[in-house]
Each structure stands twice: as C-alpha cells, then as structure tokens.
T-cell receptor
Framework: EAGVAQSPRYKIIEKRQSVAFWCNPI?????LYWYQQILGQGPKLLIQ????????DSQLPKDRFSAERLKGVDSTLKIQPAKLEDSAVYLC????????????????FGPGTRLTVL | GESVGLHLPTLSVQEGDNSIINCAYS??????FIWYKQESGKGPQFIID?????DKRQGQRVTVLLNKTVKHLSLQIAATQPGDSAVYFC???????????????FGQGTILTVHP
C-alpha cells in the first residue's frame, strides 16, 4: 500500500513570498490533516478535513494560511505571505476516519516538507 | 491551554538495555493515547496506542502504561536496538465539543540514542 505522498520535500523562500505544499493521502482515507512541526517540538495540527469539508481549523493562521481539499482527495496548503517564524516541517497525515466512530483512527504521516524562510 | 509534555528530552542507552520514555498529560478528557517514533527526515510512525479505559498494553518489544491517577504515560522498549534511535512523541486524543472527530495534541518529544 502506498503511503502519504508530499511535495516538494524542501523549499527555501524569502519572507513575504508565497509557497504551496501538496499532499496525496492514502487511497480511500477520508480524513486528512496538515501539521506544522517546528524544530524541537511535536507536530501541531493546523487543519483537519473530513472528505472535502473542514472539521477543525482553529489553529490555522487564516490571515496567511489557507488549505483546500477539492474532490476530497489531494490537498494543498498555502502560505501567503510567509514570515520567518513559518520555518518548519509541514506534515500531512491521513486516516480512514468515519464520522460515526467516537474514537481515534490511526493517522499515517507523509515525509513532510521542510520550509525555510529567509 | 492543556498540553502533553515529556519529563526527559534525551535518553541514551546501551544496545540490549530496556528503555523507558515518560510523558505527562494534563487533559483529563483525553480518551486515547498514542506513541509515535520519528526518524530524521521522516514523518512520525505509529508505535502503539492505548485507550483511557486500559492501564497497560503490550506490543512487539514495546509496552505502554497509563496511570490516569497521576496523568502519566510511559513507553517501555525491551532489548533496545540501534534502529530504535529516534525521537519519540506521545500524543493525546480529545473529542472537542462532543464530536466524533478526534484531535491529536503532541508532546515535545524525547530523543532516544542507542549505543552499540
């Protein structure tokens, strides 16, 4: 079974530039997550999709970050404009996830995109 | 806000020893706990999980213990191998607003180094 794919793996940009990350989840997984992982810290959830709808985006800095999951499969995360503090690894994860189950579904993580903002 | 934390940021052990990684959590509403292993340049990899109605769960060479009284979680790795060297994260799952969608909150992580 293919895992979660992410691209690019690395990105270096100047502050105030824009950047976009792409994620292809495991086939058939309904739930998709974007996390931000700053060096030395655990991943922090930015946004969670169930199919193509947003379940939780409470920690997404909406003035500069946006994400979409058209057709409920692939997803893109965009930062515009980038700030120095956005330097981090951006992880995408997916899980089978169904709304009728009141327990956690195992999340499978991609390799991440390492963003450096200069 | 409520968060998950780790007591020790680094742990060094000799190959063959047993390792214990600890984690404290503060959200009493968390119903599920997961340990992840993250190797350099990779995403977190699921190791083992435990529901809040359990106090112990065993896997292959790993055991997770949950003490809800003191809100403490630990991961025990038996016969630690060099391939176990990585950063280990505990994460807690909560269901905000009574929804069925779980949300994971990760701790800071412990760096485990296994010396041959």
């Amino acid at each position: 079974e293919a895992g979660v794919a992410q691209s690019p793996r690395y990105k270096i940009i100047e502050k105030r530039q824009s950047v976009a990350f792409w994620c292809n989840p495991i086939s058939g997984h309904a739930t998709l997550y974007w996390y931000q992982q700053i060096l030395g810290q655990g991943p922090k959830l930015l946004i969670q999709f169930q199919n193509n709808g947003v379940v939780d985006d409470s920690q997404l800095p909406k003035d500069r970050f946006s994400a979409e999951r058209l057709k409920g499969v692939d997803s893109t995360l965009k930062i515009q404009p980038a700030k120095l503090e956005d330097s981090a690894v951006y992880l995408c994860a997916s899980s089978p996830g169904t709304s009728g189950r009141r327990y956690y579904n195992e999340q499978f993580f991609g390799p991440g995109t390492r963003l450096t903002v200069l | 806000g409520e968060s998950v934390g780790l007591h020790l940021p680094t742990l060094s052990v000799q190959e063959g020893d047993n390792s214990i990684i600890n984690c404290a959590y503060s959200n009493s509403a968390s119903d599920y706990f997961i340990w992840y292993k993250q190797e350099s340049g990779k995403g977190p990899q699921f190791i083992i999980d435990i529901r809040s109605n359990m106090d112990k769960r065993q896997g292959q060479r790993v055991t997770v213990l949950l003490n809800k009284t003191v809100k403490h979680l630990s991961l025990q790795i038996a016969a630690t191998q060099p391939g176990d060297s990585a950063v280990y994260f505990c994460a807690e799952n909560t269901h905000a607003g009574g929804t069925s969608y779980g949300k994971l909150t990760f701790g800071q992580g412990t760096i485990l180094t296994v010396h041959p």
